[in-house]
C-alpha cells in the first residue's frame, strides 16, 4: 500500500487537472479552467470544450459575477 495514491482512477478523473495550468476550483465547478500564464485569467467554456479557450476574466472575477446572475 502505498500513500501517493489516495484514491483510485474513477472514470470521471480528468487527467488535465495535473496541469499546473488548470484552475482546478474552476475546473471542479465544469469549467475548462485553462489558466492564461500572462494573464492569470481562466477560461471559463465548459470542460472540455472543442474551440479555442475564452480567457474572458479571471477565475475570482467570474465567480464573484455569476453569483449574483
Ligand atoms: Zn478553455
Given at each position: 500500500?502505498?500513500?501517493?495514491?489516495?484514491?483510485p482512477?474513477?472514470?470521471?478523473?480528468?487527467?488535465?487537472?495535473?496541469?499546473?495550468?488548470?484552475?482546478?476550483?474552476a475546473?471542479?465547478?465544469?469549467?475548462?479552467g485553462m489558466?492564461?500564464?500572462?494573464?492569470?485569467?481562466v477560461?471559463?467554456?465548459?470542460?472540455?470544450?472543442?474551440?479555442s479557450?475564452d480567457f474572458?476574466?479571471t477565475w475570482?472575477t467570474a465567480?464573484?459575477a455569476?453569483?449574483?446572475?
Amino acid at each position: 500500500m502505498t500513500l501517493s495514491a489516495p484514491r483510485p482512477a474513477g472514470a470521471g478523473e480528468r487527467l488535465d487537472l495535473h496541469n499546473s495550468s488548470i484552475e482546478e476550483s474552476a475546473a471542479a465547478a465544469g469549467h475548462c479552467g485553462m489558466t492564461d500564464l500572462h494573464t492569470g485569467r481562466v477560461c471559463q467554456e465548459p470542460a472540455h470544450h472543442v474551440h479555442s479557450c475564452d480567457f474572458a476574466a479571471t477565475w475570482a472575477t467570474a465567480a464573484t459575477a455569476s453569483r449574483g446572475a
